[in-house]
């Protein structure tokens, strides 16, 4: 899987949109961008995911460059309870096979009241 | 979405003994689960993938006589860490992908371990 680049840590001021970067430039064409999140003390929680296209669900929206090289998690308002660590994964789709998640160090991201 | 869950929550045990943890995918089957570790302040760490029916594949550095993985059945995946010792404290977390094309894997809740 590629190697993926985030930064450490972010803050963000609640009910403002938070912009969480992520760098793949080593991604493969068949590849998929997923993002999740911890919260502390918790399992990780799938948010979003897309290959190419820009995407958006109820929690997140997602945006890829068109070159695929790098992606923005955006969340929209963001509330306390967004304060998490977000991880950027890059990975196939799941096929019978070793399609494992490698999780990075992620982007620590506090809401700030 | 699925749910995946992990029993017990938390575990103490002596140094020496041994300690099983469940995952279990509750509304689903799940042909493939994996076992990840994560200590304070780090990242998840790929231990294991579990195949049902076959042996796990151990990520390198992973001792598979110490971490013994049974995937008996399309909902169910054990973890017994053997002769645990206190640096085998941690956050243990397993996760499934549902079926062929599935784009999302699922974690159960974590268990953490405290061996004194």
């Known amino acids: 899987d590629a190697k993926t680049t985030q930064p450490p840590s972010m803050d963000c001021a609640e009910g403002r949109a938070a912009n969480l970067p992520c760098n793949h430039s080593t991604i493969s064409g068949n590849e998929y961008v997923y993002w999740y999140r911890q919260i502390h003390s918790q399992g990780p929680q799938y948010i979003i995911h897309?290959?190419?296209n820009n995407e958006t669900n109820e929690m997140a929206s997602l945006i890829i460059t068109e070159d695929r090289k790098s992606s923005t998690l955006i969340l929209p308002h963001a509330t306390l309870r967004d304060t998490a660590v977000y991880y950027c994964i890059v990975r196939v789709p799941y096929n019978f096979g070793n399609e494992k998640l490698t999780f990075g160090t992620g982007t620590r991201l506090t809401i700030i009241p | 979405g699925a749910v995946v869950s992990q029993h017990p929550s938390r575990v103490i045990c002596k140094s020496g003994t041994s300690v099983k943890i469940e995952c279990r995918s509750l509304?689903?089957?799940?042909?493939?689960m994996f076992w990840y570790r994560q200590f304070p302040k780090q990242s998840l760490m790929l231990m294991a993938t579990s195949n049902e029916g076959s042996k796990a594949t151990y990520e390198q550095g992973v001792e598979k006589d110490k971490f013994l993985i049974n995937h008996a059945s399309l909902t169910l995946s054990t973890l017994t860490v053997t002769s645990a010792h206190p640096e085998d404290s941690s956050f243990y977390i397993c996760?499934?992908?549902?079926?062929?094309?599935?784009?999302?894997?699922?974690f159960g809740p974590g268990t953490r371990l405290t061996v004194t």
């Open positions: 897309g290959l190419k």
């Open positions: 509304d689903f089957q799940a042909t493939t």
């Open positions: 996760s499934a992908d549902a079926t062929a094309g599935s784009y999302e894997q699922y």
